[in-house]
């Protein structure tokens, strides 16, 4: 059986069969990139400009932010270099380094969300106790904890993904590094890490469960306040966060622990895509559009940079 040395590369998925396709995919993905970038950009520089942001909502919408810059950084770029020169090759390191990577900023921002879902409970639910529950040191050890949480589960992962023999080739069925396609080169090393997934799925469950407790406690009182503008800005700042979180825990448990006997490259590459692209993608606009309070100060960002270049 060859050990893990004999491997120096792994192949990733190939987008498209023609050179006109995959041309094709270069430009979708560089769009969506770059669409991702300037959102999500556009939201930290907003965010850290406006003293009226620098609220723990606020905060950890920054932190959001910087989690979907680095996990869209993570992934695409790598694909997009693989289109553009016609290739599918990435080494052994670069592979170990994207696991880590992707691991780590897709579990932190499982764990910022799951804040998020708190920070609007404690806002809606209990408001006489909001400056006192989410203060400044208690909103930056929720989000050092939220990061601390996303490395050590990185950690434990790329460890036992990478520290077994790898026995049945090296094309990956995706067009990133991703967990259950590397482990599917070793019988051996699937029954290892699976139970590492199990349980960090299992984890994430809960707090999907704490997420969505928390909103039905937040619908209720919502429902109860006698204002319909206080309901409608309530239910326009929880719902969309409900549908981000939703649409990112049901794809990311579908792809890490669906059955292999359902398993195809098409699935699992829209399964990938809605987790891992989408979101990143999505967020700056949901959040933006749905906020008037960033959307004035996005306007302002853009009026200074205007007036500063005349």
């Known amino acids: 059986m060859p050990n893990i040395s004999s491997v120096s590369e792994f192949l990733l998925l190939a987008l498209a069969d023609t050179r006109e396709l995959q041309l094709l995919h270069f ?3 560089l769009g969506i990139y770059l669409a991702a970038l300037l959102g999500n950009g556009l939201i930290l520089s907003a965010i850290a400009c406006h003293h009226r942001l620098h609220t723990p909502m606020y905060f950890f919408l920054l932190n959001l932010a910087l989690l979907d810059l680095g996990c869209i950084s993570t992934t695409l770029p790598k694909s997009m270099a693989n289109a553009l020169w016609d290739t599918r090759a990435i080494s052994y390191q670069g592979c170990a380094a994207q696991v880590f990577l992707f691991v780590f900023l897709i579990a932190s921002e499982f764990y910022v969300l799951t804040v998020m879902a708190y920070d609007r409970y404690v806002a809606i639910c209990k408001p006489l106790h909001y400056g006192s529950l989410l203060g400044s040191r208690a909103c930056a050890q929720m989000a050092a904890a939220a990061w601390g949480s996303g490395f050590l589960n990185a950690v434990l992962h790329t460890a036992s993904t990478f520290s077994l023999p790898l026995c ?3 094309a990956v069925d995706q067009f990133f590094c991703e967990i259950p396609h590397i ?3 070793c019988s051996d090393a699937y029954l290892r890490d699976v139970g590492a997934l199990v349980f ?6 809960g707090y999907f469960v704490f997420i969505v ?13 006698p204002s319909e503008q206080g309901q409608h800005k309530a239910f326009s700042t929880c719902l969309p966060h409900l549908a981000v979180v939703s649409l990112f825990v049901s794809t990311a448990i579908f792809s890490y622990l669906k ?11 829209v399964v990938a895509l809605l987790y891992s692209v989408v979101p990143p993608a999505l967020n700056p ?3 933006s559009m749905r906020n008037q309070e960033v959307k004035d100060a996005v306007r302002k960002l853009f009026q200074y940079m ?4 005349r």
């Open 27 to 29: 430009a979708l993905l």
């Open 168 to 170: 049945g080739g090296n």
């Open 183 to 185: 482990l599917k080169f």
């Open 200 to 205: 960090t799925v299992s984890l994430l469950f």
């Open 213 to 225: 407790v928390s909103y039905v406690q937040i619908f209720r009182a919502v429902l109860q306040m």
């Open 259 to 269: 059955p292999p006997s359902i398993s195809s490259p098409s699935l699992d590459l």
């Open 285 to 287: 606009l949901i959040y």
């Open 306 to 309: 205007l007036l500063k270049h």
